[in-house]
């Protein structure tokens, strides 16, 4: 009885374990995606060079446009739809935050962030062993 109950436990885990590597994004969710979210940089570099990409899904039919701020111009726009993918290529020296407004109502529907993040080297410092003989 003990047999069945761990080979159903295995098999449920590595089910379990296989869906979720297979399907990372679900296509399917709603809301603003970006990949990736997180640019790394080295003490030395001022800027960060990303390559972005872009995809978001609503429920409704609208006109959309991706803003950088709600101030700025647009980025991009889509007329008449509920889904779409963007690439676009990026220096940052600071956060980014984008917004997918609907240009109808001009209400912000999502928002989501790339985060810059520089690295740093640990400061050590040198213990002193004042206990030391010769």
Same mark, same amino acid.
């Given at each position: 009885m003990e047999w069945i109950k761990r080979t159903i436990l295995? @098999?449920?885990?590595i089910g379990l374990a296989f869906d979720i590597y297979a399907n990372p994004i =679900?296509? =399917?969710e709603y809301g603003l995606f970006l990949s990736p979210n997180l640019c790394l940089l080295s003490k030395s570099e001022p800027t960060c060079e990303i390559k972005l %990409?872009? %995809?978001? /899904?609503?429920? /409704?039919?609208s006109n959309y446009c991706l803003h950088q701020s709600n101030s #700025?111009?647009?980025?991009? @726009?889509?007329?008449?739809?509920n889904s779409a993918e963007y690439d676009i290529s990026l220096n940052l020296e600071n956060n980014l935050t984008l917004?997918?407004?609907? #240009?109808?109502?001009d209400k912000t529907i999502y928002q989501q962030t790339v985060r810059l993040q520089r690295q740093t080297t640990p400061y050590r410092q040198r213990?002193? =062993?004042p206990w030391r003989f010769y």
């Amino acid at each position: 009885m003990e047999w069945i109950k761990r080979t159903i436990l295995t @098999c449920f885990t590595i089910g379990l374990a296989f869906d979720i590597y297979a399907n990372p994004i =679900n296509k =399917n969710e709603y809301g603003l995606f970006l990949s990736p979210n997180l640019c790394l940089l080295s003490k030395s570099e001022p800027t960060c060079e990303i390559k972005l %990409h872009i %995809h978001w /899904q609503t429920k /409704q039919l609208s006109n959309y446009c991706l803003h950088q701020s709600n101030s #700025e111009p647009a980025i991009k @726009c889509w007329d008449n739809s509920n889904s779409a993918e963007y690439d676009i290529s990026l220096n940052l020296e600071n956060n980014l935050t984008l917004y997918l407004i609907d #240009e109808i109502t001009d209400k912000t529907i999502y928002q989501q962030t790339v985060r810059l993040q520089r690295q740093t080297t640990p400061y050590r410092q040198r213990r002193r =062993n004042p206990w030391r003989f010769y």
